[in-house]
């Protein structure tokens, strides 16, 4: 759907990005689990994620470190913003959200502050959600953030699941502009809520379908069908992407960077072939950080922007999927 009828535009002003210190190779992973570096890297793509020390980082912290990088790289105080929105599925408490604890330790408040909780999607959702609040005159600055330390839900005995995932945050800062051609001039948000068991973290054991009661997995910790989510990965993709650009009119020569949700290199690599993307126009760093869920899109976002491979008159992409399952994909002007 078109994005532009509403009177205000959305700038990207500034961006910013967290991740720990600590790296996790493949190599460390082998010496625990039965699997090995050629073995994941041939799969996925990854090499080495980053993992938090869960003992004083977590995703409160990188939430609040990536936002004030953007905030600083903006030019903008915490006092500036009218809302504060972030993508998450491992914060730490229930209540209050992310957003209300990173609100007060970057000074924003009265401003609003809530969690966006669409899994690897949040970060897509979340700025989406802000353009609309921008352009219909209710926010003029607006703090997006995508965080998750998903090292906090994964069961590190089950093979399908922690060798793919990382801990990280990204984050923007969107200011309202008079011109309406600018921020997210497409947009298409969904979910199938009747495939939600192929990625979920159940908590108690009624919660376990009657097809999982033998799987093992830790209660808490993330439950995936890694084939399942795989072939909707591949497909939805593919749609999303190709029905931007008709929509749009936009053309591969036409369009800037498209930034993929970083959940499989194999993934990535298939949709650039089917539309015919040059390389250097589909960003990947999952080599490097793992798929980091909410944290995926806003730190290739914040890679890409620092290296000013966002061009300011040149629409660029964001394409996610998720649990739920949900997917989302938005074209911007910046």
Known sequence: MSATAHGFGARIVGTGSCVPQRVVSNHELAARIETSDEWIEQRT??????????????????????????????????????????????????????AARVSAAVGAAPAAAFDVNAACCGFVYSMT?????????????????????????????DR?????????????????????????????LGGDGRQWQSLY?????????????DDTTKLGCLRMDGKAVF??????????????LTKTGLTNETIGQVICHQSNARIIEA??????????KVHINIDRFGNSSGGSVGLCLDELWRAGKIEKERPFMM??????????????RA
């Not at 959600?129 to 994964?154: E, L, N």
């Not at 922690?162 to 051609?181: K, Q, S, V």
């Open 45 to 98: 793509g990854i090499r080495e994620r980053r993992i938090c020390n869960l003992e004083h980082e977590g995703t409160f912290t990188m939430a609040r470190d990536a936002l004030g990088r953007a905030l600083d790289a903006a030019g903008v105080k915490g006092s500036d913003l009218d809302l504060v929105i972030v993508g998450t599925v491992t914060g730490e408490m229930a209540c209050p959200s992310v």
């Open 129 to 157: 959600i802000a353009d609309t609040m921008i352009r219909c005159g209710r926010a003029k600055t607006v703090g997006v953030i995508g965080a998750d330390a998903m090292s906090s839900i994964v069961d590190w005995d």
């Open 160 to 188: 399908r699941t922690c060798i793919l995932f990382g801990d990280a945050a990204g984050a923007a800062i969107l200011r309202r502009d008079d011109d309406p051609r600018y921020g997210c001039v497409y947009q298409a």
């Open 201 to 213: 973290i159940p908590r108690r054991p009624q919660e376990v379908p009657p097809a999982d009661q």
């Open 231 to 244: 072939r909707f990965a591949v497909s939805k993709f593919r749609e999303v992407m190709e029905d931007a």
């Open 271 to 280: 949709a650039r072939e089917k539309l015919g993307l040059e390389h250097d």
């Open 319 to 332: 394409v996610a999927f998720g649990g739920g399952l949900t997917w989302a994909s938005g074209v911007w």
